[in-house]
């Protein structure tokens, strides 16, 4: 029973009305007699009060310069990003253009010049006695302006057989100078070769191309013709 009394008596019960009496009668000239729960509480307002204040001076401020320096960091990468798949592109571009304008070059010297259409109708006059053809005639006709280029038509009539023809075709497109055919005529002659293959007359209108030049355009031929007959 004395033990128990004695139990009863060192535990202490914690009150709110005690607690709340505690702090009407403090002495703020003597703060070290204070009851030890208002002190604990004091501190902890205390901390508290020092954390939130250090939060909103310190810690928010460096937050909101983080935030905005990640959002710089987003936009600045997306416009690198931006940047460099342009500066891939322009590259490409670029590699284009240059191979374009190569292309171009290499075109440009295919196309004969005004002082170069008498000898490219010899090489074609050339070609095609070389192919087994006799060439009745060979016209270069008035010549057509475009907007880059002038387009010079050539109409060619001439005889011989299907062998002839073929090989006179493929010695036309192994030309070093850009010559098309637009279109072509065949037709049987009455005529008779020594080894009774029979005669054909071929009628091609071709073209040959040069490059539209201002400053060599003003002294231009309308025509010229190329002399008739096989030169075999």
Not at 154 to 164: L, P
Request: zero cysteines.
């Amino acid at each position: 029973m004395i033990k128990d009394s004695v139990a009863s008596k060192s535990k202490v019960k914690f009150s709110f009305e005690d607690f709340n009496e505690s702090f009407k009668s403090l002495d703020p000239q003597n703060m070290g007699s204070w009851p030890l729960p208002v002190k604990f509480t004091i501190y902890v307002f205390v901390f508290v009060f020092v954390i939130a204040l250090a939060y909103m001076l310190l810690i928010r401020p460096v937050r909101d310069e983080i935030a905005a320096a990640e959002s710089q960091k987003q936009s600045l990468l997306t416009e690198y990003r931006e940047k460099d798949s342009k500066l891939r592109n322009l590259q490409q571009y670029q590699g284009q253009v240059e191979q374009m304008e190569s292309t171009f070059g290499q075109l440009l010297l295919q196309l004969p010049k005004e002082t170069e259409i008498p000898g490219l109708v010899e090489d074609i006059n050339y070609t095609g006695v070389g192919s087994g053809l006799q060439f009745d005639n060979i016209n270069v006709e008035s010549e057509v302006k475009k907007d880059f280029f002038v387009e010079l038509p050539i109409s060619i009539k001439g005889r011989g057989d299907f062998h002839s023809f073929g090989a006179f075709v493929s010695a036309l497109a192994a030309l070093p100078r850009i010559v098309t055919i637009d279109n072509f005529e065949i037709a049987p002659l009455l005529e008779k070769s020594k080894s009774e293959i029979p005669v054909l007359g071929l009628t091609i209108h071709s073209k040959t191309y040069r490059y539209n030049d201002a400053s060599a355009s003003k002294n231009n031929p309308q025509g010229a013709a190329a002399p008739s007959g096989s030169a075999s």
